[in-house]
């Protein structure tokens, strides 16, 4: 199975600075076809987990366009530009590249 | 608008059965491909099953491959997960999450339900 390594596993920011998570697989997440299906995900307290990113870098609809992924491989990045106080929760990274799908542990991002 | 409503949830002994359902409106169900995520208390995200919009192929977790049956119904727009053989290990919350329409091997998640808790317990 193909490991997603998080880290940090929490992260305290001050509100309106900005927040930078990575992500990290066991193996490349490149498929035949060329795409990387690397998804990020927001679990806020209480609610279902909500799509942020898609292939890296695709912002869903509604996403603010605070929140950006990066990378390439077997590295990849979530960063928010500028920390809201509506952006605490969870963060998981999942790659859909490889069955079975696989997430990482999470990232618990908290207001200072 | 797009929703999945789960249902089926509850207390359930260890070596029970439970089957949960999930109810998709707003679009076109037969289209999709359809999964089922579990999370654990306090715990993260764990990929449970697929289903794809042809009813082949379908996967499953090591961790319960020969205990569980995901199953849908395009009729009733309706995706099914018989649980048998639960274990206290099963405890968790379940969520149903869409796949957009294409290739197995492609976008995921697009969608999540809002989740039903499964709890095995003596």
């Known amino acids: 199975d193909v490991v997603m390594t998080q880290s940090p596993l929490s992260l305290p920011v001050t509100l309106g600075q900005p927040a930078s998570i990575s992500c990290r697989s066991s193996?490349?997440?490149?498929?035949?076809?060329?795409?990387?299906?690397l998804n990020w995900f927001q679990q806020r307290p209480g609610q279902s987990p909500r799509r942020l990113i898609y292939k890296v870098s695709n912002r869903d609809p509604g996403v603010p366009d605070r929140f950006s992924g990066s990378g390439s491989g077997t590295d990849f990045t979530l960063k928010i530009s500028r920390v809201e106080a509506e952006d605490v929760g969870v963060y998981y990274c999942?790659?859909?590249?490889?069955?079975?799908?696989?997430f990482g542990q999470g990232t618990k991002v908290e207001i200072k | 608008e797009v929703q999945l409503v789960e249902s089926g949830g509850g207390l359930v002994q260890p070596g029970g059965s439970l089957t949960l359902s999930c109810a998709a409106s707003?679009?076109?169900?037969?289209?999709?491909?359809y999964n089922w995520v579990r999370q654990a208390p306090g715990k993260g995200l764990e990929w449970v099953s697929y289903?794809?919009?042809?009813?082949?192929?379908?996967y499953y977790a090591d961790s319960v491959k020969g205990r569980f049956t995901i199953s849908r119904d395009n009729a009733k727009s309706s995706l099914f997960l018989q649980m048998n053989s639960l274990r206290d290990e099963d405890t968790a919350v379940y969520y149903c999450a869409r796949d957009p329409p294409g290739a197995v091997i492609g976008v995921s998640f697009d969608y999540w339900g809002q989740g039903t808790l499964v709890t095995v317990s003596s």
């Open positions: 707003g679009f076109t169900f037969s289209s999709y491909s």
């Open positions: 999942m790659q859909g590249t490889r069955w079975p799908r696989t």
């Open positions: 289903i794809s919009s042809s009813s082949s192929p379908i």
């Open positions: 193996q490349s997440l490149v498929y035949s076809d060329g795409n990387t299906y």
